[in-house]
């Protein structure tokens, strides 16, 4: 697993976040039974203080006596580590105390003004910590007070403090390996599509496939689909490139054979001239068509790409008056702002400078561009050219969307323009369509995609 790996991330970012909150509980679970331990011996001492004052009392004589002994053998063993003693608070003098003190006495907690039990902590018998719970009582038939202690050495909390923080370090442990263990396995099942994403990238390099094939979960199979589109597309573009070499190698073929027969069959220079003329205007308007078809193709899926209708129109329209600044054309442009179109630029331009280029040459005076989005369609746009010029029959408008057709030799032009516009639509899975317009003229009218 290389560090700038994802899975090393994955579970780096994991475990270090385990760790802390593992340690963090460990630590608070540790505080919380080290608080248990010292209330429950707390508590054991208060038992102990309460049976002793219960089993005091004055005698006849007068002093302070005990009816029976404290049964607990560690009482009865020299500094067994449990200790108890009664003095009287008057004068502080040793009346009773264990056997477990020997010839020593306990500290007494220094008196305040609230009442119940005092505690406190102090070194004992053989330097052991302990820690006292005293309490002042006065027995009934005396009116001396009496300072009843127990007291318990102190070892005995840390020894079980120390003894539960062991077992839960060796815990804390062994679930942080067993929890970045399950983290490596869980994070080697969950990037295992990737890894047959990657497997399948190379197999496509390699030649083995030709598209990313299986079971993929959810979140990735977007980008499977994005990546076999991409594959599609450039396999598409491959094709259609293929497609118009062969088909430009093939109009080219005929011109090219004339142009050799000419070239050695007897005849005047004249004959020749105007041959090689008409030829090599053939064979460049061939070119030019097909140049624009593959740049079309290879262009006509490209991500991200965007262009304005608005900016394009424009742009052309300004362009085209100063072309025909000899005649005076009325043109209208309605496009509202924000419509893009979702392709090249130069596209759009090749599409709308064709269209909008034929209307200038065939309006009498008025031309209309209008775009708009397809109500029905969200993802697509419409843009209309008319012009009231002569106008189309419906046998004239389906002639001239065949290549280098022209319907009048007198007006310039080569006779691929609308074929183009019909070719690239094609390629953006747009349509193209010519009609009658209101206007008197041609309604060229063509469908796109619109960008989001």
């Known amino acids: 697993m290389r560090p700038d790996s994802l899975a090393f991330r994955l579970v780096a970012g994991a475990a270090l976040l385990t760790a802390i909150l ?26 102990l203080l309460g049976g002793l004052i219960a089993d005091a009392e004055i005698d006849p004589q007068g002093r302070l006596v005990l009816r029976r002994r404290f049964t607990q053998a560690r009482f009865e063993r020299p500094f067994s580590g449990l200790y108890w003693q009664v003095t009287e608070s008057g004068t502080g003098q040793v009346l009773l105390r264990s056997r477990s003190i020997w010839d020593q006495q306990l500290p007494v907690p220094p008196r305040r003004e609230e009442p119940g039990p005092r505690r406190s902590e102090a070194m004992g018998p053989e330097g052991q910590s302990l820690r006292l719970v005293a309490r002042d009582v006065t027995l009934p038939g005396d009116t001396r007070t009496f300072t009843f202690i127990v ?63 299986g079971d993929f979960p959810s979140e990735i199979s977007p980008l499977v689909e994005e990546v076999n589109m991409l594959l599609d597309h450039n396999a598409q573009v491959v094709d ?43 064979m460049r308007r061939q070119v030019d068509h097909y140049l624009v078809r593959a740049r079309a193709a290879a262009s006509g899926s490209v991500l991200g790409a965007r262009a304005s209708v608005a900016g394009v129109s424009e742009d052309l329209v300004r362009t085209l008056k100063r072309i025909h600044r000899d005649r005076d054309y009325d043109v209208t442009i309605t496009c509202p702002e924000g419509l893009d179109f979702r392709g090249e630029k130069q596209d759009l331009e090749e599409l709308l400078g064709n269209l909008l280029d034929n209307a200038f040459k ?86 796109l995609p619109r960008a989001a």
Do not use: C
């Open 362 to 447: 065939w309006a009498e005076g008025r031309i209309s561009l209008s775009a708009a989005p397809v109500q029905d369609d969200p993802g697509r746009l419409t843009i209309t050219v008319e012009d009231d010029g002569p106008g189309l029959t419906e046998e004239e408008r389906a002639r001239v969307l065949k290549r280098g057709a022209r319907l009048d030799e007198s007006v310039p032009g080569s006779g691929l323009g609308l074929s183009i516009v019909d070719d690239i639509s094609g390629l953006y899975d747009g349509a193209f369509k010519l009609d009658a317009s209101p206007l008197g003229g041609v309604k060229a009218v063509l469908t």
């Open 151 to 213: 007291a318990g050495a102190a070892n005995e909390i840390e020894r079980e403090t120390e003894s539960f923080n062991g077992t839960l370090a060796v815990a804390v442990v062994v679930l942080l390996l067993g929890l970045i263990g399950a983290l490596l396995v869980q994070v080697r099942y969950g990037l295992r599509p990737l890894r047959s994403v990657e497997t399948g990238l190379a197999d496509i390099r390699s030649g083995r496939a030709e598209r990313l094939t």
């Open 22 to 47: 593992l340690i963090g509980g460990g630590l608070l679970l540790a505080s919380a039974f080290r608080e248990s331990v010292e209330s429950s011996f707390d508590a054991r001492m208060d038992v």
């Open 240 to 282: 259609r490139a293929r497609t118009h070499v062969g088909n430009l190698a093939h109009a080219l073929k005929t011109p090219l054979s004339v142009l050799t027969n000419e070239a050695v069959s007897p005849g005047d220079s004249a004959q020749l001239a105007e041959t090689v003329r008409r030829q090599t205007g053939l």
